[in-house]
C-alpha cells in the first residue's frame, strides 16, 4: 500500500467484536489494544474521538500517529488530515456513511 491509512479507531472498536469487550468495561484498555494491533506500521494514524483531559493532540506512539478530537470529533481530524495533505493518497478505514462520502469527495478510498 502506499499513502496514509486513516483509521477511525471508535468506529473500528465497536464494529470489532474483541475490541467492543475491551472497551466496556475500559475504552483505554481498546483503545491500547487497538494501537498495539496496528503498532509499527509505517504511515498509519489512529482518530480517536475525545482523549485525555478534553484536549486536542496528535503524537507518535508505536510507531504510528495517534490524534485525540479533544472537544470535537474525529471526523472532523480526519478531514482536516485529508484538506492538508490532499494530493497524498489516503484509505480511510470507517463505516461511518456520512465520514466516508466526505472522504471520498476529498480523494481518498474508504474501506
Not at 8 to 32: F, I, K, M, Y
Not at 66 to 71: A, T
Amino acid at each position: 500500500m502506499t499513502g496514509w491509512l486513516l483509521i477511525d479507531g471508535s468506529n473500528v472498536v465497536h464494529q470489532d467484536a474483541e475490541l467492543r469487550r475491551l472497551a466496556s468495561p475500559d475504552p483505554e484498555r481498546a483503545r491500547a489494544e487497538l494501537e498495539r494491533l496496528l503498532g509499527g506500521r509505517r504511515l498509519t494514524a489512529v482518530f480517536w474521538d475525545g482523549g485525555p483531559g478534553g484536549e486536542m493532540r496528535s503524537f507518535q506512539r508505536k510507531g504510528i500517529r495517534v490524534d485525540y478530537s479533544g472537544p470535537g470529533e474525529a471526523d472532523g481530524r480526519i478531514i482536516a488530515w485529508l484538506k492538508l495533505h490532499g494530493p497524498l493518497r489516503a484509505v480511510v478505514v470507517t463505516d461511518d456513511g456520512p465520514l466516508g462520502r466526505r472522504c471520498r469527495t476529498l480523494g481518498a478510498k474508504v474501506v
